[in-house]
């Protein structure tokens, strides 16, 4: 008895051709950021990288990233001139991969001029991967690291 297998649902559609490919990957990351790699920059100090929290007040009292400037999204037209340095590359974040928050932000200082990027992930995966946090009370010691977002050693993953 012959087997009959199932048509592959991942070759249904054909991959894109190299040149295709390589524009599309190469796109992608001059539009994105993870968590690890904007850890790795605030942590070394690197020069022109600002981070921008685009949530609420609420939101940004529960927590955020130590150092990002808290612009909430529908105030970014009026506030940014005035708070962000023209020459910075600004990294906007929101809650997490279920929330377009930071895709948001990152479409209001992409229309007033400024290079930007958006950290895949939010403040979760910054959260979920052990990095610390502040809130109105000051540092928040890093929690316990997620081992499904990244190494339970804590480096990094290299990838």
């Keep these: 008895m012959t087997t009959v297998l199932p048509a592959s649902a ?28 904007v850890h790795a920059d605030l942590d070394a100090g690197a020069p022109g990288v600002v981070m921008v929290d685009s949530r609420s007040v609420e939101s940004w009292a529960q927590g955020h990233i130590p150092g990002a400037v808290h ?12 708070e962000i340095s023209r020459d910075a590359v600004v ?8 929330c377009n928050g930071a895709t948001r932000a ?23 991967e ?21 190494p339970a050693s804590g480096i990094s993953c290299a990838c």
């Design 10 to 37: 991942v070759l249904s559609v054909a991959p894109a051709a190299q040149p295709q490919a390589i524009a599309h990957f190469a796109a992608r990351l001059s539009f994105e950021a993870d968590v690890s790699d």
């Design 71 to 82: 612009l909430p999204t529908g105030e970014i037209a009026a506030r940014a001139g005035a």
């Design 91 to 98: 990294v906007t974040y929101c809650w997490g991969p279920g």
């Design 106 to 128: 990152a479409l209001e200082f992409a229309k007033l001029g400024y290079r930007v990027k958006e950290m895949i992930g939010g403040y979760e995966y910054w959260v979920r």
């Design 130 to 150: 052990g990095f610390a946090t502040e809130t109105g009370a000051g540092l928040v010691a890093s929690r316990p690291i997620d081992d499904l977002t990244a």
